[in-house]
């Protein structure tokens, strides 16, 4: 914990924080506890709080990376329409951060740009979800063919599939300058993609 004073009207107010490593990324959390000085309290207290008013300001930031991703999706030879696209910064330690996110337009494109600030080399990736294959199975009709690209929201009985791919560290940038794009191409998603989920709430 650190201890944060703050100066009243009436009193010299102490607060005890929680502040986080100066690597996190997460927001300050809520005040802890608080008491009570008269105005005439020792000066003493006045030279801590400068001092860790100073320390908790100077501390370095994590540098910030960031990354690009593009590319294009087909299902056959259809390209594949309103497919949610997700770019994330894989954590190990904690909940993955989502960089960005767009769905595919009506060439099946998307592309994806985000930062984050990390001490570590970032790591990211994209996760795709979508339907392509599963019209067959339910229907015994075509993936994409009689609905040009895109598959009927009504019909969806089943959870989207999710694929996930990490993308190499060597397209990490340094800052939010001109990014180096990883292109991913032109990918069907009809190919036997191994590990695969099924992903109901995205």
Not at 64 to 91: N, T
Not at 97 to 113: I, M, P, R, V
Request: glycine content about 6%.
């Amino acid at each position: 914990h650190n201890v944060l004073l703050c100066l009243s009207s009436s009193s010299l107010v102490i607060h005890s924080l929680s502040f986080p490593s100066p690597f996190s990324r997460r927001p300050f959390p809520c005040i802890l506890s608080s008491f009570s000085f008269s105005p005439m309290a020792d000066m003493r207290s006045l030279f801590i709080f400068f001092c860790l008013h100073f320390l908790v300001f100077s501390l370095p930031l994590s540098p910030l990376q960031s990354i690009s991703v593009r590319g294009h999706l087909y299902c056959g030879q259809f390209p594949m329409k309103d497919v949610k696209v997700k770019l994330i910064d894989i954590d190990p330690e904690e909940t993955d951060d989502l960089l960005d996110s767009a769905f595919t337009d009506e060439n099946g494109h998307f592309a994806l740009s985000g930062a984050t600030r990390e001490e570590d080399v970032m790591q990211g990736a994209i996760k795709i979800y979508h339907h392509c294959g599963d019209r067959l199975a339910l229907y015994g009709e075509p993936s994409y063919g009689q609905t040009n690209g895109k598959i009927s929201r009504k019909k969806k009985k089943i959870c989207t599939r999710k694929i996930k791919w990490e993308i190499p560290t060597e397209y990490n940038t340094d800052g939010t300058g001109a990014p180096r794009w990883f292109e991913i191409g032109t990918i069907n998603m009809e190919l036997g993609f191994s590990g695969y989920e099924r992903d109901c709430r995205h």
